[in-house]
């Protein structure tokens, strides 16, 4: 499986930005999509995940109310929409698949960086 991370950039404080993983290869095995974020000396972050059958959600609370992750099926993408960015948002936002039953994420995109200027 590859998955390939687009659409970071900069954008100011309040404002929105989508960020997209479109994954190929033995996309079939893949149970759970997921969204994470790293800054400069800080751990990396879990920020949202969605099912890839069902789309259940689940945010981190740092981001909730506030991103929203969505999948196209037919396009094998993930999607990240964040709005109201502040910024703390500011980091390498990753994407990233986990295979059914696996605890871990196996699968990971390179990483886009989004940048929220004050």
């Known amino acids: 499986v590859q998955l390939q991370a687009s659409g970071g950039g900069v954008v100011q404080a309040g404002g929105s930005m989508r960020v997209s993983c479109e994954a190929s290869?033995?996309?079939?095995?893949?149970?759970?999509m997921g969204w994470f974020r790293q800054t400069p000396g800080k751990e990396t972050e879990f920020v949202a995940s969605i099912t890839w059958s069902g789309g259940t959600t689940h945010y981190a609370d740092s981001v909730k109310g506030r991103f929203t992750i969505s999948r196209d099926s037919a396009k094998n993408t993930v999607y990240l929409q964040m709005n109201s960015l502040n910024a703390e948002d500011t980091a390498v936002y990753y994407c990233?698949?986990?295979?059914?039953?696996?605890?871990?994420?196996?699968?990971w995109g390179q990483g886009t960086l989004v940048t929220v200027s004050s």
């Open positions: 290869g033995r996309t079939g095995s893949i149970h759970t």
């Open positions: 990233a698949g986990k295979r059914m039953g696996r605890s871990s994420y196996g699968y």
